[in-house]
Protein backbone atom coordinates (compact mmCIF):
# COMPACT_ATOMS: atom_id res chain seq x y z
CA UNK A 1 0.00 0.00 0.00
CA UNK A 2 1.21 3.22 -0.96
CA UNK A 3 2.42 5.93 1.68
CA UNK A 4 -0.03 8.56 0.18
CA UNK A 5 -2.46 7.95 -2.66
CA UNK A 6 -3.75 10.22 -5.34
CA UNK A 7 -5.73 9.30 -8.34
CA UNK A 8 -3.52 10.01 -11.12
CA UNK A 9 -6.24 11.56 -13.38
CA UNK A 10 -6.90 13.79 -15.99
CA UNK A 11 -9.52 15.88 -13.67
CA UNK A 12 -11.49 18.19 -16.03
CA UNK A 13 -13.51 20.58 -15.25
CA UNK A 14 -14.72 23.45 -16.93
CA UNK A 15 -13.86 26.80 -15.86
CA UNK A 16 -15.34 28.67 -13.53
CA UNK A 17 -16.44 25.28 -11.81
CA UNK A 18 -15.16 23.67 -8.61
CA UNK A 19 -12.48 21.18 -8.71
CA UNK A 20 -12.09 18.54 -6.16
CA UNK A 21 -9.14 16.67 -5.49
CA UNK A 22 -8.22 14.13 -2.97
CA UNK A 23 -5.93 12.23 -1.46
CA UNK A 24 -5.71 9.57 1.56
CA UNK A 25 -2.62 8.18 3.68
CA UNK A 26 -1.71 5.29 5.42
CA UNK A 27 -0.04 6.69 8.42
CA UNK A 28 -2.26 7.37 11.60
CA UNK A 29 1.00 9.27 13.05
CA UNK A 30 0.91 11.75 9.94
CA UNK A 31 0.25 15.31 11.85
CA UNK A 32 0.59 17.96 8.75
CA UNK A 33 -0.82 17.69 5.45
CA UNK A 34 0.44 19.93 2.63
CA UNK A 35 -1.18 20.28 -0.95
CA UNK A 36 1.35 21.51 -3.73
CA UNK A 37 0.88 22.85 -7.29
CA UNK A 38 3.39 21.69 -9.98
CA UNK A 39 3.63 23.18 -13.43
CA UNK A 40 5.40 20.57 -15.99
CA UNK A 41 8.94 20.70 -15.98
CA UNK A 42 8.60 23.34 -12.55
CA UNK A 43 9.32 22.78 -8.81
CA UNK A 44 6.55 22.32 -6.58
CA UNK A 45 4.81 25.72 -5.06
CA UNK A 46 3.03 25.40 -1.78
CA UNK A 47 -0.84 26.20 -1.94
CA UNK A 48 -1.80 25.75 1.86
CA UNK A 49 -0.96 23.17 4.70
CA UNK A 50 -3.46 22.03 7.41
CA UNK A 51 -3.06 20.09 10.45
CA UNK A 52 -6.60 20.25 12.53
CA UNK A 53 -9.68 18.34 11.11
CA UNK A 54 -12.08 20.06 9.69
CA UNK A 55 -11.78 23.16 7.17
CA UNK A 56 -9.12 26.23 6.44
CA UNK A 57 -10.10 28.14 3.78
CA UNK A 58 -7.58 30.50 1.91
CA UNK A 59 -8.91 32.56 -1.23
CA UNK A 60 -10.39 29.79 -4.12
CA UNK A 61 -8.75 27.35 -2.39
CA UNK A 62 -10.21 24.91 0.69
CA UNK A 63 -8.48 22.19 2.24
CA UNK A 64 -10.55 19.25 4.19
CA UNK A 65 -8.85 17.31 6.30
CA UNK A 66 -10.54 13.95 8.15
CA UNK A 67 -8.43 12.64 10.71
CA UNK A 68 -10.47 9.33 11.54
CA UNK A 69 -10.49 8.42 8.07
CA UNK A 70 -7.02 9.76 6.67
CA UNK A 71 -8.58 11.55 4.36
CA UNK A 72 -7.43 15.39 2.95
CA UNK A 73 -8.98 16.78 -0.11
CA UNK A 74 -8.31 20.29 -1.60
CA UNK A 75 -11.34 22.16 -3.10
CA UNK A 76 -10.44 25.02 -5.72
CA UNK A 77 -13.40 27.20 -6.64
CA UNK A 78 -14.19 29.40 -9.50
CA UNK A 79 -11.42 27.31 -11.65
CA UNK A 80 -9.01 28.75 -14.11
CA UNK A 81 -7.11 27.87 -16.78
CA UNK A 82 -4.06 28.93 -15.09
CA UNK A 83 -5.13 26.67 -11.92
CA UNK A 84 -4.07 23.01 -15.09
CA UNK A 85 -1.40 21.86 -13.13
CA UNK A 86 -0.89 18.55 -11.56
CA UNK A 87 -1.76 18.60 -7.53
CA UNK A 88 0.46 17.08 -5.22
CA UNK A 89 -0.70 16.14 -1.29
CA UNK A 90 2.65 15.69 0.81
CA UNK A 91 2.06 14.02 4.65
CA UNK A 92 4.43 14.42 7.08
CA UNK A 93 5.09 12.66 10.84
CA UNK A 94 7.58 11.13 11.90
CA UNK A 95 9.65 11.78 8.75
CA UNK A 96 10.23 14.01 6.03
CA UNK A 97 7.51 14.99 3.45
CA UNK A 98 5.84 11.85 1.92
CA UNK A 99 4.21 12.45 -1.52
CA UNK A 100 1.25 11.21 -3.45
CA UNK A 101 2.17 11.00 -7.00
CA UNK A 102 -0.28 13.89 -7.72
CA UNK A 103 -3.64 14.26 -9.99
CA UNK A 104 -3.63 16.54 -13.07
CA UNK A 105 -6.19 19.15 -13.16
CA UNK A 106 -7.27 20.25 -16.76
CA UNK A 107 -9.47 23.86 -16.84
CA UNK A 108 -11.33 23.74 -19.86
CA UNK A 109 -11.99 27.46 -21.05
CA UNK B 1 10.80 35.34 2.16
CA UNK B 2 12.00 31.71 2.39
CA UNK B 3 13.85 31.49 -1.19
CA UNK B 4 15.92 28.50 -2.03
CA UNK B 5 17.83 28.77 -5.27
CA UNK B 6 19.71 26.16 -7.32
CA UNK B 7 22.52 26.04 -9.29
CA UNK B 8 22.63 24.81 -12.44
CA UNK B 9 18.85 24.41 -14.02
CA UNK B 10 19.69 22.22 -16.52
CA UNK B 11 23.20 20.66 -16.79
CA UNK B 12 24.20 17.72 -19.68
CA UNK B 13 26.84 15.71 -19.19
CA UNK B 14 28.59 12.97 -20.85
CA UNK B 15 28.35 8.79 -18.96
CA UNK B 16 30.68 8.18 -16.45
CA UNK B 17 31.62 12.26 -15.43
CA UNK B 18 30.25 13.78 -12.14
CA UNK B 19 27.98 16.62 -11.72
CA UNK B 20 27.59 18.62 -8.76
CA UNK B 21 24.46 20.54 -7.77
CA UNK B 22 23.98 23.58 -5.37
CA UNK B 23 21.48 24.81 -3.38
CA UNK B 24 21.09 27.73 -1.69
CA UNK B 25 18.77 29.36 0.95
CA UNK B 26 18.95 32.92 -0.04
CA UNK B 27 16.76 34.72 3.22
CA UNK B 28 17.34 32.42 5.79
CA UNK B 29 19.27 29.72 7.58
CA UNK B 30 18.73 26.50 6.78
CA UNK B 31 19.20 23.74 9.74
CA UNK B 32 17.81 21.09 7.07
CA UNK B 33 18.44 20.85 3.30
CA UNK B 34 16.21 18.14 1.29
CA UNK B 35 16.99 16.26 -2.24
CA UNK B 36 14.18 14.62 -4.39
CA UNK B 37 14.58 13.26 -7.16
CA UNK B 38 11.67 13.14 -10.10
CA UNK B 39 11.13 11.31 -12.93
CA UNK B 40 8.94 11.88 -16.02
CA UNK B 41 5.08 11.78 -14.59
CA UNK B 42 6.01 10.66 -11.12
CA UNK B 43 5.92 11.93 -7.93
CA UNK B 44 8.55 13.62 -6.10
CA UNK B 45 10.92 10.81 -4.21
CA UNK B 46 12.85 11.85 -0.91
CA UNK B 47 16.66 10.56 -1.49
CA UNK B 48 18.18 12.40 1.44
CA UNK B 49 17.84 14.58 4.27
CA UNK B 50 20.99 16.44 5.51
CA UNK B 51 22.01 18.52 8.93
CA UNK B 52 24.22 21.17 8.58
CA UNK B 53 27.71 19.74 9.83
CA UNK B 54 26.90 15.90 10.11
CA UNK B 55 26.07 13.24 7.47
CA UNK B 56 23.28 13.25 5.41
CA UNK B 57 20.49 10.22 6.04
CA UNK B 58 19.99 8.72 2.97
CA UNK B 59 16.72 7.02 2.27
CA UNK B 60 16.25 3.37 1.61
CA UNK B 61 17.51 2.22 -2.20
CA UNK B 62 20.08 5.48 -2.67
CA UNK B 63 23.22 4.77 -3.03
CA UNK B 64 25.11 7.11 -1.12
CA UNK B 65 28.45 6.94 -2.52
CA UNK B 66 27.14 7.53 -5.39
CA UNK B 67 25.01 10.40 -4.61
CA UNK B 68 27.45 13.02 -2.16
CA UNK B 69 25.65 15.70 -0.12
CA UNK B 70 27.28 17.70 1.27
CA UNK B 71 25.49 20.54 3.75
CA UNK B 72 28.73 22.38 4.90
CA UNK B 73 27.37 25.46 5.94
CA UNK B 74 23.60 26.85 7.36
CA UNK B 75 22.92 28.18 3.59
CA UNK B 76 24.53 25.86 1.28
CA UNK B 77 24.24 22.18 0.23
CA UNK B 78 25.49 20.42 -3.00
CA UNK B 79 24.95 16.83 -4.52
CA UNK B 80 27.07 15.68 -6.49
CA UNK B 81 26.06 12.76 -9.06
CA UNK B 82 29.18 10.44 -9.22
CA UNK B 83 29.56 8.51 -12.74
CA UNK B 84 26.45 9.59 -13.96
CA UNK B 85 24.75 7.02 -16.10
CA UNK B 86 21.68 7.51 -18.31
CA UNK B 87 19.64 5.99 -15.58
CA UNK B 88 20.68 8.90 -13.46
CA UNK B 89 19.11 11.50 -16.38
CA UNK B 90 15.71 13.11 -13.94
CA UNK B 91 14.66 16.28 -12.37
CA UNK B 92 16.60 17.29 -9.00
CA UNK B 93 14.79 19.34 -6.52
CA UNK B 94 15.96 20.80 -2.97
CA UNK B 95 13.98 22.17 0.02
CA UNK B 96 14.74 23.31 3.09
CA UNK B 97 13.55 24.19 5.94
CA UNK B 98 14.72 25.26 9.62
CA UNK B 99 14.38 24.43 13.07
CA UNK B 100 11.77 26.51 14.72
CA UNK B 101 9.62 26.08 11.46
CA UNK B 102 6.11 25.04 12.63
CA UNK B 103 4.51 22.22 10.50
CA UNK B 104 7.72 21.10 8.84
CA UNK B 105 7.25 23.21 5.97
CA UNK B 106 9.77 23.02 3.40
CA UNK B 107 10.74 25.68 1.06
CA UNK B 108 11.84 24.09 -2.48
CA UNK B 109 14.07 25.33 -5.04
CA UNK B 110 13.72 25.55 -9.10
CA UNK B 111 14.64 21.66 -9.66
CA UNK B 112 17.89 20.72 -11.94
CA UNK B 113 17.15 19.25 -14.75
CA UNK B 114 20.20 16.30 -14.87
CA UNK B 115 20.41 14.43 -18.95
CA UNK B 116 23.24 12.12 -18.81
CA UNK B 117 24.02 11.16 -22.51
Known amino acids: QKEVEQNSGPLSVPEGAIASLNCTYSDRGSQSFFWYRQYSGKSPELIMFIYSNGDKEDGRFTAQLNKASQYVSLLIRDSQPSDSATYLCAVTGRRALTFGSGTRLQVQP | GAVVSQHPSRVICKSGTSVKIECRSL??????MFWYRQFPKQSLMLMATSNEGSKATYEQGVEKDKFLINHASLTLSTLTVTSAHPEDSSFYIC?????????????FGPGTRLTVL
Open chain 2, 27 to 32: DFQATT
Open chain 2, 95 to 107: SASWESRPDNEQF
